[in-house]
């Protein structure tokens, strides 16, 4: 697990390594959860991750480029592991 951050922005993104930031799926986002308590009220939390694995999961073989990541980091992304 590692940590990615847009340089002027607040907060680090959960990825899933070192790489993610290379990777086709990237995709930073804030994940909702819902879930139920005694009351019956809905609690809600929010985590700052990467969408396509909340989602869906990481693919098994993700498509990798050094040129998303010079993309990505001439952007502001940074990894900060």
């Known amino acids: 697990m590692s940590y990615?951050?847009?340089?002027?922005?607040?907060?680090?993104?959960?990825?899933d390594n070192d790489d993610c930031i290379?990777?086709?799926c990237f995709a930073p986002g804030r994940y909702q959860h819902r879930g139920a308590t005694s009351s019956g009220s809905r609690s809600s939390g929010e985590s700052l991750i990467c969408m396509r694995s909340a989602h869906h999961g990481c693919p098994i073989?993700?498509?990798y480029s050094k040129e998303l990541v010079l993309e990505r980091k001439a952007a502001g992304w940074r990894v900060v592991s």
Do not use: A, D, N, S
């Open 61 to 63: 073989e993700p498509t």
């Open 22 to 24: 290379g990777c086709e």
């Open 4 to 15: 990615v951050r847009k340089i002027g922005q607040k907060g680090h993104y959960l990825m």
